[in-house]
């Protein structure tokens, strides 16, 4: 069982930028794929940006150029660094390996 912590989120006003952390316990971290999901309140958990062990990348169509995702093997971490945000990117998000296993969220509000 890969143990995902996250770390970064907070509150933030619009326009602003916060970068995400998630560390994962594993030594086999370089071949996970990893992603980042969001969940708002009353609403379904989302895929925001995915990076496959490869290093290729994914995103959502609403985070397409003011979010990018990244990975550092070395450190078993993968970081998502949000810009422009606005108070719609209000959820906790969650960090993913490989589909299966879940960090344990954090959350990030975009308000005035």
């Known amino acids: 069982q890969v143990q995902l912590v996250e770390s970064g989120g907070g509150l933030v006003q619009p326009g602003g930028s916060l970068t995400l952390s998630c560390t994962a316990s594993?030594?086999?971290?370089?071949?996970?794929?990893m992603a980042w999901y969001r969940q708002a309140p009353g609403k379904q958990r989302d895929l925001v940006a995915r990076?496959?062990?490869?290093?290729?990348?994914r995103y959502a169509d609403s985070v397409k150029g003011r979010f990018t995702i990244s990975r550092d093997n070395g450190r078993n971490t993968v970081y998502l660094q949000m810009n422009s945000l606005k108070p719609e990117d209000t959820a906790v998000y969650y960090c993913?390996?490989?589909?299966?296993?879940w960090g344990q969220g954090t959350q990030v509000t975009v308000s005035s």
């Open positions: 990076i496959f062990s490869n290093g290729i990348t």
């Open positions: 993913n390996a490989n589909d299966f296993n």
């Open positions: 594993s030594s086999a971290f370089s071949i996970y794929n």
